[in-house]
């Protein structure tokens, strides 16, 4: 069974950087489309970020484009977000998504595993 545990989350003021971290086990990291959901209160999960197998192509919801950027290490078996300039309007939880296949999509329906997420808030 595929597990994702996510970590990195935490309080900062308006225009600081956090950066997100998903380790995964039980499975072959490097077979799977990674995302980054979020969820913040009386909102539906919203489509973050998401990146190929190999890392080399990413897609970005247009609300944090040139923002946020995520990355994998596949030896590590970690995805990582790093998000910049944030704003309260970022303040959500941030889930870690696992999908097995070739290609990433922005639905969260197309994902198979899910971490338990990591509460980001930002303070105005």
């Known amino acids: 069974q595929v597990q994702l545990v996510e970590s990195g989350g935490g309080l900062v003021q308006a225009g600081g950087s956090l950066r997100l971290s998903c380790a995964a086990s039980g499975g072959t990291f490097s077979t799977f489309v990674m995302g980054w959901f979020r969820q913040a209160p009386g909102k539906e999960r919203e489509f973050v970020s998401a990146i190929n197998r190999a890392g080399g192509d990413a897609a970005y919801a247009d609300s944090v484009k040139g923002r946020f950027t995520i990355s994998r290490d596949n030896a590590k078996n970690t995805v990582y977000l790093q998000l910049n300039s944030l704003k309260p309007e970022d303040t959500a939880v941030y889930y870690c998504?696992?999908?097995?296949?070739?290609?990433?999509?922005?639905?969260?329906?197309?994902?198979?595993?899910w971490g338990q997420g990591t509460q980001v808030t930002v303070s105005s």
């Open positions: 998504a696992a999908r097995i296949g070739a290609y990433y999509y922005t639905y969260s329906y197309k994902y198979d595993y």
